[in-house]
């Protein structure tokens, strides 16, 4: 984790010295604040219809009932903007790593091989890498706010050992792969421009 936010801040420096008008949103998606996953976007512009895009998200809370929801993620994306960037339509390529630690959720959901059903019994500590691709559209707020929509859809890669229960319990699986593909994006950002 230490080393992902050294890179962020890297980044961050080396781009913003040349910084100007709209070339710089910071942004938090809506619906991961909906279900209390804290995040943080920054979005900068490398050429005229053309950005980068990293958000992350990182959950550490505690439920009650021996419930656990623990991650962190990192998506970068390359966005292609049809008209200016900030603006309008855009297609965009990403990458998305992290870790996890979930169970004790009854996921009455069985969709594209992955089954949420799994964790009202069992707890899984993994992580993830995957890419994807998605669509997105902006709408302009005013002069310095945006509210993009964007969905992604891609293929993620993980490995994560199983637990007998979803606080406690012996490890009944180590190291176990599985393959996704799917939904990799969902967002409905809230934008500030600099």
Known sequence: MKRVFLLFVIAFSCISQGLYAQNVAVKTNLLSDAVL????GIEVGLAPKWTLDVTGQFNAWELSHDRR?????????????LCD????HFFGFHLHGGQYNIGGFDGRINFLGTDARKLKDSRYQGWFVGAGVAYGYAWILGRHWNLEAEVG???SYTRYDRFRCAGCGKRVETDKPHHYVGPTKAAINLVYLF
């Open 37 to 40: 996953n804290p995040n943080l």
């Open 69 to 81: 929801w623990k991650h962190w993620a990192v998506q970068p994306e390359i966005r292609y903007w």
């Open 85 to 88: 960037r900030f603006s309008a």
């Open 153 to 155: 859809f891609g293929y």
